[in-house]
């Protein structure tokens, strides 16, 4: 099956610093999302992202499809940012059947 | 729109008893998915429903898994009987059609089975 990887494992910022995560795959995919799980647990919509660039506030996400890879990027981070970033891709011969979530990046942001 | 809700937030069971997560997805949603986080597995998709059809369920543990989708608002995802390993945190998710569009994710369930 397909292989989702995202670096780094780890994270640790100073509050106002500028960061980028990125998610690699195995093989090519219909859909492609970004979440935040925050300390509590919750998994929050980022980006769905199949491909190209888009624009969230202080965060934003690009995927080159043919490449097989995604980035987010979190410009003037926050403490508020701090959790658990996971990539998610449907793969392409997998029609309609599963997300595949990466390991995700453990984000620390202090103050 | 309230997004997907699930019941209970949490639950502790006693090894053997039975036990029962709800999920009611976002309406208008045609596609449900149950998945399970633990720190060993990461997030790991156990069944896939689409029109409260059963499409994928090759992710359901064992036969102590078993999970029902009665029609377009309810779903339930049932452990009979419930383990230890089974401790976990329960995830429910839906989508407009299936993974070619947005998944939106309940709050989940912790499950603790001591």
């Known amino acids: 099956g397909i292989q989702v990887e995202q670096s780094p494992p780890d994270l640790i910022l100073q509050e106002g610093a500028n960061s980028t995560l990125r998610c690699n795959f195995s093989d090519s995919v219909n859909n492609l999302q970004w979440f935040h799980q925050n300390p509590w647990g919750q998994l929050i919509n980022l980006f769905y992202?199949?491909?190209g660039t888009k624009q969230n506030g202080r965060l934003s996400a690009t995927t080159v499809a043919t490449e097989r890879y995604s980035l987010l990027y979190i410009s003037s981070s926050q403490t508020t940012d701090s959790g658990v970033y996971f990539c998610a891709v449907a793969p392409s011969d997998n029609y309609g059947q599963n997300f595949v979530f990466g390991p995700g990046t453990r984000l620390s942001v202090l103050p | 729109d309230a997004g997907v809700i699930q019941s209970p937030r949490h639950e502790v069971t006693e090894m053997g008893q039975e036990v029962t997560l709800r999920c009611k997805p976002i309406?208008?949603?045609?596609?449900l998915f149950w998945y399970r986080q633990t720190m060993m597995r990461g997030l790991e998709l156990l069944i896939y429903?689409?029109?409260?059809?059963?499409?994928?369920d090759s992710g359901m543990p064992e036969d102590r898994f078993s999970a029902k989708m009665p029609n377009a608002s309810f779903s339930t995802l049932k452990i009979q009987p419930s383990e230890p390993r089974d401790s976990a945190v329960y995830f429910c998710?839906?989508?407009?059609?299936?993974?070619?569009?947005?998944?939106?994710f309940g709050q989940g369930t912790r499950l603790t089975v001591v």
């Open positions: 992202i199949p491909s």
């Open positions: 429903f689409n029109n409260n059809v059963p499409i994928d």
């Open positions: 309406s208008g949603h045609n596609s």
């Open positions: 998710a839906s989508s407009s059609q299936g993974v070619l569009t947005e998944a939106f």
